[in-house]
């Protein structure tokens, strides 16, 4: 059974930064791409970055140089490093995985940034 446990989200004031975790469960970690993507209130929900098994990244062009995907094979998790960040990165981030053309899905984890 896959499972993607998020946390680390919380409220930050602009220019603040956070990084969130995602704890994966049920899959070979190592050889599985993995992703976060956010949902903002009254928006459909986007790509952040997503990071392969052999570590190459891709990020939005909204987020680039201001966050950082990375993993941890022995630790089966996938993190976020937010920097800089500001009022409209407040979403609810989620973590994700595809698996034979099948989407799974963390709980999300909230992100509110101040201004």
């Known amino acids: 059974q896959v499972q993607l446990v998020e946390s680390g989200g919380g409220l930050v004031q602009a220019g603040g930064s956070l990084r969130l975790s995602c704890a994966a469960s049920?899959?070979?970690?190592?050889?599985?791409?993995m992703g976060w993507y956010r949902q903002a209130p009254g928006k459909q929900r986007e790509l952040v970055a997503t990071?392969?098994?052999?570590?190459?990244?891709n990020y939005a062009d909204s987020v680039k140089g201001r966050f950082t995907i990375s993993r941890d094979n022995v630790k089966n998790t996938v993190y976020l490093q937010m920097s800089s960040l500001r009022p409209e990165d407040t979403a609810v981030y989620y973590c994700?995985?595809?698996?034979?053309?099948?989407?799974?899905w963390g709980q999300g984890t909230q992100v509110t940034v101040s201004s």
């Open positions: 049920g899959i070979m970690f190592e050889i599985t791409t």
């Open positions: 990071i392969t098994s052999s570590a190459r990244t």
């Open positions: 994700n995985t595809n698996l034979q053309n099948r989407n799974y």
